[in-house]
């Protein structure tokens, strides 16, 4: 995978992934940021295939990513 296809995919889950309170919108939203994120790789002309071949799978990773926020939103409220 190019450096630029990692750079443009931590950026981009950067700004995009926020917490989510619960599973049911997380996998939605997941399902919607995968489409969203394949949409602008192609605008900045990175391949899907290059960004899949490094991370497999990008709604499973955005789900992930956004799960964790879930988490540390959970724990910093609990403080």
């Known amino acids: 995978m190019s450096e630029h296809a990692i750079e443009f995919l931590q950026e981009w889950i950067g700004e995009k ?3 989510q ?3 049911d ?3 939605k939203q997941a399902e919607t940021l995968a489409r969203e994120c394949a949409a602008k790789a192609a ?3 990175i391949p ?3 960004i899949q071949e490094e991370v497999g799978d990008i709604k499973e990773l ?3 990513k956004l799960e964790e926020a879930a988490e540390e939103g959970t724990n910093s409220s609990a403080e």
């Open 17 to 19: 992934v926020h917490c």
């Open 21 to 23: 309170s619960s599973p």
């Open 25 to 27: 919108r997380i996998e």
């Open 43 to 45: 605008e900045a002309g």
């Open 48 to 50: 899907l295939e290059d």
């Open 62 to 64: 955005i789900a992930t």
